[in-house]
């Protein structure tokens, strides 16, 4: 069903099933797989080519131009997958180059006015809450949660699995499983996410050994995660070694949270960042 008032290009690929709102815009490239749902004063805009069962609430713009002054106009593109949901006055942008699309995979949730930039990645699973912000080329990997105003500099990775508390703003790439606090900085282990994720409790265990050895002993990193690959073997911990090996940007660090007391690296491999139970807590 389309709503009389709504401005389609002739040539744009709607499914049968698609449902638009009044005052949509919907312009010449765009693709839109079934069942999918655009409400009023949806903008889909750009090469953008998106699966079944998204859903566009009102007032989002998605696939206009990248905000980057290397942009010459060129056609360029956006590739959504399946399930996604666009809350209300979400912006995604396509990317700033032909040969690479911006991605966005399926069942995300992209609450209102989060923004992602032009070549941004992400993967499955993700939320993105109120007003959170990715900047151009960032990756955020599956089951990352980024909270409320968070600030996602760009070329930034975003490990699985990942959380940023809100207002919470990285420059820095954010390991895997660990969550992101003030500028730049871990509290801990994202153990309530693990938990969810049906992480056994053997590989919970391991990683919170993992991330005292690399982040906790005052080892330098590489030497830990060299070191790190001979004792841990669960493809949980293997997946934190390999982000913290891969890394161009360099990572957060772990940093305590004391009240009245500014906030400084933790030396001791058994100092603990916080109260057992509490976010941060690294079992």
């Known amino acids: 069903m389309i709503h009389p008032t709504a401005i389609i ?4 690929q709607l499914d049968p099933t698609v449902v638009v709102g009044p005052y949509a815009v ?10 999918c749902v655009v409400g009023p004063h949806v903008v889909l805009w750009g090469r953008l080519k998106a699966g079944a069962h998204n859903r566009f609430h009102a007032g989002c713009v998605i696939g206009d131009a990248p905000q980057d002054l290397k942009y010459q106009g060129d056609s360029t593109g956006i590739c959504i997958g399946d399930y996604n949901v666009f809350r209300e006055h979400v912006t995604v942008h396509r990317s700033n180059r032909p040969e690479e699309d911006t991605w966005i995979g399926s069942h995300n949730l992209f609450m209102a006015h989060a923004h992602i930039a032009h070549n941004c990645r ?3 699973h993700v939320i993105l809450a109120n007003g959170a ?15 409320g105003n968070c600030l996602v500099h760009q070329f930034v990775r ?4 990942a959380m940023m508390q809100g207002g919470a703003a990285i420059s820095l790439d954010l390991p895997p499983f660990t969550i992101a606090w003030g500028d730049n900085s871990l ?3 994202n153990v309530v996410g693990l938990r969810r994720a049906g992480m056994p409790p053997d590989v919970r265990l391991e990683l919170r050994r993992l991330y005292r050895f690399l982040f906790l002993s005052g080892r330098p990193l590489r030497q830990a995660a060299a070191e790190a ?7 949980a911990a293997q997946t934190l070694i390999r ?4 890394s161009r940007r360099g990572l957060c660090r772990h940093v305590t949270r004391a009240r009245g007391v500014q906030r400084k690296p933790i030396d001791s491999e058994f100092e603990s960042p916080s109260r057992s139970g509490q976010e941060g807590d690294l079992s």
């Open 243 to 246: 982000f913290v090996v891969e």
């Open 9 to 12: 290009d002739p040539e744009a």
């Open 187 to 189: 509290a801990g282990l």
């Open 229 to 235: 690959r001979e004792r841990f073997h669960s493809e």
């Open 158 to 161: 975003v490990g699985t699995l």
């Open 122 to 124: 992400v993967g499955n």
């Open 26 to 35: 919907i312009g010449r490239d765009v693709e839109l797989g079934p069942h």
């Open 133 to 147: 912000l990715l900047g151009g080329h960032v990756v955020i990997e599956d089951r990352a949660f980024i909270s």
